[in-house]
């Protein structure tokens, strides 16, 4: 495996970790300070930014396998998972809030936390023979 394969799997890991740890964090404060239904529309928009976090780890993965081959079409996977991670975001919400009827400020409150944590995300990535 390269040491990028190995950088970009210790970086996921740990992004997931955290967007997890802040899921739970926030859909809690919702269940706490509001009900299960905040709850379950927190807990939701974390999901979504978990559900956009791994569609783009897949679609680096795969740029990476296939610019091994040939260069371009690496940087077109990684377009193409930009995008549909974009549309996914979307019609996640839009069936979040349209057709489970789900408490839009607690689904974007979640959302917004959780994508935060890109910034967050310091992860070692100095090569140790």
Not at 20 to 48: R, S
Not at 49 to 65: F, K, P, V, Y
């Amino acid at each position: 495996m390269s040491f990028a394969a190995i950088v970009m799997r210790r970086v996921v890991h740990r992004l997931l970790i955290i967007q997890l740890m802040l899921t739970f964090l926030v859909a809690l404060a919702y269940l706490i300070l509001h009900n299960a239904e905040a709850f379950t529309a927190a807990f939701y928009g974390g999901a979504i930014t978990l559900c956009g976090t791994l569609l783009m780890a897949w679609r680096i993965n795969r740029a990476g396998e296939v610019a091994a081959r040939q260069k371009q079409q690496g940087y077109i996977e990684i377009y193409i998972g930009a995008i549909q991670k974009f549309i996914l975001t979307l019609v996640l919400m839009a069936f979040g809030m349209g057709y489970l009827k789900l408490d839009p400020l607690a689904l974007l409150v979640c959302f917004a936390i959780t994508q935060m944590s890109f910034v967050a995300n310091k992860v070692d990535t100095s090569h140790h023979s």
